[in-house]
């Protein structure tokens, strides 16, 4: 048997995961205290999520430790399934870490189980559009060698950008000082955060109002984006729907013939960029 994981940190919804067939591993995240396992919208309330944040309440991010990895692996390897799994930046998280310690005991214990993996370079739906073609091959009956090869080449043509509505968000995360959330916050300042080739976020500019924001998503899309006849573009938007409908109009003004994705940012990635948040991501030249 072929097993294609992913991740929740993909932002792949649970349904686009289950129609290709792909097993999802929930990532952690812990909401005033208490530990949660992210399910790509399978049964958690992610708008209840982003209001609490709202209220006032904290989330943060967990790591999977290496007992965790064992338990999701193991039957697979015991099975001698064929496995994959489709990972979010190894350079975002030490959770891999874990993982890559958990493999090397699996391999030993059962040294002719295949596993193989993938880092995506990059994370949210930057990694979510790569699980989407990866996995339509899977369902089509590709082989893993096939899907590894496509990845190749379409993970460096993957454009991710979005931006926060409160830089504070950022700051707990130290991708800004406290100053510049302070700042930020007052003048409504927005960074227009992108992912980098060394799979690392860093500010590719600055705008004021989310008007603002989606014409600057259009600018890029329309300077960058190649072949949209053959690939989706995909906005992320963390609990303001009128937003990410907003940007999907402009994008269908611009490319009619374009099939849009307007997708809920999860509590993992959502711990990390508040309410608010709006991106957008598309295959570029």
Known sequence: MR???????????????????????????????????????????????????????????????????????????????EMFYLTFSRTMSGTFNYMDTALKELREKYPNASFRDFDSRSISLGTGIQCYYAGKMFKEGKSFDEIIAFLEDFSKHVAVYFAVDDLGHLKRGGRVSGVAAVVGSVLGIKPILTMTPEAKLDKCGTVKGSKKVISFFMDKLKEEAGDLD??????????????????????????????????????????HCGPGTLGIIYHKK
């Not at 940190?9 to 591993?25: C, H, R, V, W």
């Not at 005033?32 to 006032?56: C, I, M, P």
Request: aromatic share 14%; no cysteine.
């Open 3 to 81: 097993v294609f994981f992913i991740d929740t940190d993909s932002e792949l919804p649970f349904n686009y995961a289950n129609e290709f067939g792909l097993k999802l591993i929930k990532m952690p995240y812990i909401l005033d205290g208490v530990e949660y396992y992210d399910d790509a919208g399978e049964s958690s309330d992610q708008k209840a999520f982003f209001n609490t944040l709202r209220e006032g309440k904290t989330s943060k991010t967990a790591a999977l430790n290496m007992q965790d990895y064992i338990d999701i692996f193991e039957p697979h390897f015991k099975n001698g399934d």
């Open 230 to 271: 053959s690939y989706d573009v995909f906005i992320m938007q963390a609990d303001v729907e009128e937003k990410g409908e907003a940007l999907k109009k402009a994008v269908l003004e611009e490319f009619p013939n374009t099939n849009v994705h307007v997708l809920m940012v999860g509590p993992v990635i959502g711990s």
